[in-house]
């Protein structure tokens, strides 16, 4: 009985450890934009890496538009991308942006990036 139960608490360690690394490996790697100093990444959806390239080049020109209290938090402000796409403001080096949900977790598409150093 013993060994029965180790059995199956091993199978259910494993199986949580592929479960919690499934979206982590869903994420694709775009390479980078603006000579080589952003790293952009689609973490869910059917986003080319071209067109998650195309966002964050728009977002780095300052294409999109500002929205929220400009002195206010960080949690109420984003910006938003011709395209439907909705990005926070840069925070800590990075931005991400999501489309077709109204918040980030729940949204069909999701894209983001890093500063490189």
Same mark, same amino acid.
């Given at each position: 009985m013993r060994r029965y139960l180790i059995v199956i608490g091993l199978l259910a #360690?494993?199986? /949580? =450890?592929?479960?919690?690394?499934?979206?982590?490996?869903? $994420?694709?790697?775009?390479? +980078?934009v603006a000579k080589g100093a952003v790293r952009v990444t689609i973490?869910?959806?059917?986003?080319?890496?071209?067109q998650a390239r195309g966002v964050a080049k728009s977002y780095? #020109?300052?294409? /999109? =538009?500002?929205?929220?209290?400009?002195?206010?938090?960080? $949690?109420?402000?984003?910006? +938003?991308?011709?395209?439907?796409w909705r990005c926070s403001v840069v925070?800590?080096?990075s931005v991400g942006c999501f489309k077709g949900g109204s918040t980030y977790l729940g949204a069909r598409e999701q894209i983001g990036w890093i500063m490189v150093p």
């Open positions: #360690a494993v199986a /949580g =450890t592929a479960l919690a690394a499934g979206p982590a490996m869903a $994420a694709r790697s775009c390479g +980078t973490a869910r959806g059917p986003e080319s890496c071209a780095l #020109a300052g294409r /999109g =538009t500002f929205h929220g209290p400009p002195n206010g938090p960080r $949690a109420d402000q984003y910006v +938003t991308i011709p395209g439907g925070e800590q080096g």
